[in-house]
């Protein structure tokens, strides 16, 4: 039988390429896949990597070829920190993984849930535009950065649990840095995946097992103190009366009768709520990141979309959901910021299970996937002016983030596309509206530019390198 491998670039021996991913892989991928194509085939280590960087191949892969290499690899750091893959993002394709996805997706990601939220997002927003309108007294820049991160923490664990960080004794700073701690070492690979016999001393010197432990017991230890807490003192554990996501799991374990379908245990909530924690609230965070520093430096749409939330909230005393749905030039900023800045500029990576071909190339069992959906957002075949933030391109198209259109893939797509797009984009839509409606925004320093650089370390989601700090004026009261 002939091979036909996808093209390849020069390998060192033992290391493969990983010498490439150095600084930021989506962009150096990027710049390689200009020269081999956009199906290459690299190899880290001893694993064979395939990186797709069209939206035809990514169409191959996750629509054609979708339930031929929706596994995901065994990644170690990933295996410890979802209980032995009891998630859903890292779980291999098979029984278990349609399953807790499908439980998911009915209980926790359903419309119904993400409303019966609501209240928690419009609270946490209103305590956000409170805390930034006494910056707009005293012309001070705020550190937008610091704000989202700490409003989407905040969101999402009202949610989880029912309480919220000020009301715990838990050190909200430490849950963060915990979080942000198991997102790194999510992102960079244990060196053991790769070099199978000199793994341990590379691992060993980067101290990546002894942090996985750590980052794990941790979290493992504050998860079990809520779960107890919440088995205590019962169910309804929200202002409001809603369950809350432990109440949620707690019930669907005790319903569950274990034929023809798995019994939850504490170690199945556990690693769900690892997934929310970790999927869920840094994505956001960076996404209003990136849309304020776009905004920001690109004042003609600042200026349309704040005229826009502000004809349409007219006097009325705040914005609400209620009010999104007219918001429609913020959708094409919103989308727009997800082309340029997907937060995760590769999506998960998927493990090819049987032989298949992408574009005509061979792709065998156990290869790894990785999609560059940041390549693919500026690929000038299907973009105008890819590196312009032009949200009005997205005006008369039907393009949208659905996992139906391969050029734009924030969500991913496929059996493995992101299960959360309402929760993601609801709470997304929710700040961007009241920091436009009640602010007029200023650049620190008389005006300087904002520095758009990408930040270098290994995360599942890329940021901002320098904190965005923006001047608040002009608080509509
Ligand atoms: C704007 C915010 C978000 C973005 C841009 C985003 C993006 C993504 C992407 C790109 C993937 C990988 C898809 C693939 O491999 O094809 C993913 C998977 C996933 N996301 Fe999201 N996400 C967001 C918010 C959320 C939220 C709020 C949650 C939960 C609270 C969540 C839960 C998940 C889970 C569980 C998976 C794994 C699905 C699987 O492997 O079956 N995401 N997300």
């Known amino acids: 039988e002939n091979k036909q491998l996808p093209p ?6 033992i290391i ?4 490439q991913l150095r600084g930021l892989p989506h962009y150096s ?9 956009p199906v290459m085939l690299l190899q880290f280590g001893r694993v064979p990597a395939v990186v797709i960087s069209s939206a035809d191949a990514a169409e191959e892969v996750l ?11 065994p990644l170690a750091g990933a295996g410890r920190l979802s209980y032995n893959y009891l998630d859903i993002a890292f779980a291999p394709y098979g029984d278990y993984w349609r399953e807790i996805r499908k439980i998911c997706v009915l209980e926790l990601f359903s419309t119904k849930r993400v409303q019966s939220f609501r209240f928690i997002r419009e609270e946490e927003v209103a305590l956000l535009i409170d805390s930034i309108s006494q910056f707009s007294s005293s012309a001070n820049p705020v550190d937008l950065t610091e704000k989202f991160l700490t409003l989407s923490a905040n969101i999402t664990f009202r949610m989880a649990f029912g309480t919220n960080f000020r009301e715990t004794d838990f050190e909200k700073d430490r849950f963060k840095r915990l979080v942000d701690d198991a997102q790194a070492l999510l992102g960079s690979f244990s060196a053991n995946e790769y070099f199978p016999h000199l793994g341990w001393i590379f691992d ?8 996985t432990e750590r980052v794990f017991h941790e979290l493992d230890t504050f998860f079990k103190r809520v779960i107890d ?3 205590e003192l019962g169910h309804g554990r929200t202002d409001k009366g809603e369950e809350d996501i432990i109440d949620v799991l707690l019930r669907t374990e005790k319903e569950q009768t274990g034929v023809g379908s798995i019994q939850l245990t504490k170690d199945h909530i556990k690693a769900v709520l690892m997934d929310l924690f970790l999927a869920g609230t840094n994505t956001s965070a960076v996404v209003l990141i990136w849309a304020m520093s776009e905004l920001a430096r690109n004042p003609r749409v600042m200026k349309k979309a704040q005229q826009e939330v502000r004809d349409i909230i007219g006097n009325k005393a705040r914005v609400t959901e209620s009010d999104i749905g007219e918001l429609h ?5 919103i989308k727009e910021t997800l082309r340029l800045h997907p937060p995760g500029p590769f999506l998960l990576p998927r493990e090819a299970m049987s032989k298949f071909k992408i574009n005509g190339y061979d792709i065998y069992p156990k290869t790894l996937i990785q999609i560059n959906i940041w390549a693919i957002g500026r690929d000038p075949k299907y973009w105008k002016d890819p590196e312009e933030f032009f949200p009005e391109r997205f005006l008369d198209s039907s393009i949208e983030f659905k996992g139906q259109d391969f050029e734009f893939l924030p969500f991913g797509a496929g059996r493995r596309g992101c299960p959360a797009i309402y929760m993601g984009t609801i709470s997304v839509e929710l700040v961007l509206a009241n920091l436009l409606y009640y602010f007029d925004w200023k650049l620190p320093n008389g005006g300087e530019g904002i520095n758009m650089e990408e930040k270098a370390v290994p995360s599942l989601t890329v940021s901002k390198k320098e904190a ?10």
């Open 8 to 13: 390849s670039p020069h390998k060192f021996p």
């Open 16 to 19: 493969g390429n990983l010498h």
């Open 29 to 37: 991928l990027w710049q390689l896949s200009k020269k081999y194509g």
């Open 63 to 73: 629509k054609v070829n979708d339930l031929l290499c929706c596994s995901r690899p």
């Open 204 to 211: 060993k010197v980067s101290g990546y097992h002894t942090r």
């Open 229 to 231: 807490d919440h088995i």
């Open 329 to 333: 030039y913020l959708k094409l900023v």
């Open 468 to 477: 965005l700090q923006l001047v608040p004026v002009n608080f509509l009261q």
